[in-house]
Nanobody
Framework: QVQLVESGGGSVQAGGSLTLSCAAS????????MAWFRQAPGKEREVVAS?????????????TYADSVKGRFTISLDSAKNTLTLHMTNLKPEDAAMYFC??????????????WGQGTQVTVSS
């Protein structure tokens, strides 16, 4: 059974940094769609950053970012540790939200994430 557990959320001041982690069990498959989503109160859930690997082309996962976080957030995956990470810098009050890790195995396009974590809260004060 696939489980995703997020950690690393917290409260920071604007301009600060946080790193979120998502521990995936039993492991991260070689073919995957994985992403970080966020949802702020009263707003729809949105994808922040994603990675995709078809498991065939033997290349590192293709990454995409929401325009609002480009240049500030970095998504990465450590297959050996079965961990998806979101490194967030220069945080803004509008980044405050519940952040969720999501996965789909295998990485068939379009990605329709069917595994979700419980979320980790990020608060940014101005």
């Amino acid at each position: 059974q696939v489980q995703l557990v997020e950690s690393g959320g917290g409260s920071v001041q604007a301009g600060g940094s946080l790193t979120l982690s998502c521990a995936a069990s039993p492991y991260i498959y070689s073919s995957y769609c994985m992403a970080w989503f966020r949802q702020a109160p009263g707003k729809e859930r949105e994808v922040v950053a994603s990675m995709h690997n078809d498991g065939v082309s033997n290349s590192s996962g293709a990454t995409t970012y929401a325009d609002s976080v480009k240049g500030r957030f970095t998504i990465s995956l450590d297959s050996a540790k079965n961990t998806l990470t979101l490194h967030m810098t220069n945080l803004k009050p509008e980044d405050a939200a519940m952040y969720f890790c999501a996965a789909q195995y295998p990485g068939l396009l379009p990605c329709e994430y069917n595994h979700w974590g419980q979320g980790t809260q990020v608060t940014v004060s101005s």
